[in-house]
């Protein structure tokens, strides 16, 4: 595991951030006033929307049932170093550069008049300069899709044997505990990354039982999750916003096919009740994962994310 942690002057005290902001942020006019005052950001690597076996995954069946449900699409190709910078950066793949797993993008990537290329984390930085964020993921190319150094904590594991399906396993649990602990900062934004379903994928096939069964798991994950916010008191205030980078067919991703492009796109918190209308403005991509992020924590959305709040108003 490698690890840094950047510890902002101030500990950022609780801000009550009115929805009002969000809708405003979403260009809809302000409707109530719940407050969102953290964001969990949960990509799960390789979770195809037409492989999810509902029914073993009650966790996530709560979310999608009490929260704001589509089934959207991944950046194009259907792989995961587009579309991790696609989701952090909220943006396109001929902005953010990346084409392929290296890490490295292929072209420069586009960068403002200060030089900086905006992602969610720097976003939140700039305008939240004293908020504790965190991001927690064990595939390492992800260091490089996103700008480390606006995080003001990195837990990056590296598996000691790729081939070993229980490591990733183990890892997915891991990285709920360093979750828990992160908690204690009282983080406005947290990335919380899981890699099993995907790594299951590849190694025996999409919808294969092994693939299933690291659905469930991760599905205990989502569980520890929000057991982990509600010991805490924080799950009246926060919000879970999830999705994936692709899908996949046979043991393999990349391709223009349905099993590849589909994935979920979940938006789940008290404050926007689907009974009460709110509801996510179809079509939505994994790359509207960012700007919603920031939308639903009252901030500012950068002209060069593509992607657009995905919450619309009742």
Not at 77 to 84: E, H, K, R, V
Not at 161 to 180: G, I, Q, R, S
Not at 191 to 213: C, I, K, M, R
Not at 242 to 250: E, V
């Amino acid at each position: 595991m490698q690890e840094w942690d950047e510890k902002p002057k101030n500990h950022m005290k609780r801000i009550a951030v009115f929805f009002s902001l969000v809708a405003l942020a979403c260009g809809v006019a302000p409707a109530a006033a719940p407050q969102v005052n953290r964001v969990v950001l949960i990509g799960v690597d390789g979770l195809g929307a037409r492989w999810i076996p509902w029914g073993d995954m009650p966790t996530l069946s709560s979310l999608r049932a009490n929260g704001l449900y589509a089934t959207g699409r991944c950046l194009f190709p259907t792989s995961s170093g587009i579309n991790w910078p696609g989701i952090l950066h909220g943006t396109i793949a001929e902005l953010h550069g990346f084409r392929d797993n290296s890490g490295k993008p292929e072209v420069e990537p586009w960068r403002d008049r200060e030089g900086n290329t905006p992602c969610v984390f720097s976003e939140v930085r700039r305008q939240y300069p004293e908020a504790f964020t965190a991001s927690i993921y064990d595939w390492a190319p992800i260091s490089r899709m996103h700008n480390t150094n606006a995080v003001s904590r990195v837990i990056v594991y590296r598996q000691k044997n790729w081939a070993d399906h229980a490591e990733h396993l183990a890892l997915d649990a891991k990285m709920v505990d360093d979750f828990a602990k992160i908690l204690e900062r009282d983080p406005k934004l947290v990335f919380l990354y899981q890699h099993s379903v995907d790594h299951a994928g590849h190694t025996y096939g999409w919808g294969s039982p092994e693939q299933t069964n690291a659905c469930r798991h991760v599905d205990a994950q989502l569980a520890r999750v929000v057991a982990i916010l509600k010991k805490r008191g924080m799950e009246k205030d926060t919000a879970i916003v999830l999705t994936a980078d692709h899908g996949g067919s046979g043991k393999k991703h990349g391709m223009a096919v349905l099993d590849c492009f589909e994935i979920p796109f979940i938006v789940w918190s008290p404050a926007h009740p689907k009974n009460d209308g709110w509801r996510l403005r179809e079509p939505v991509v994994n790359a509207d994962a960012a700007p919603t992020v920031l939308s639903l924590l009252g901030l500012d959305i950068p002209d060069a994310m593509r992607g657009r709040c995905a919450v619309g108003a009742p």
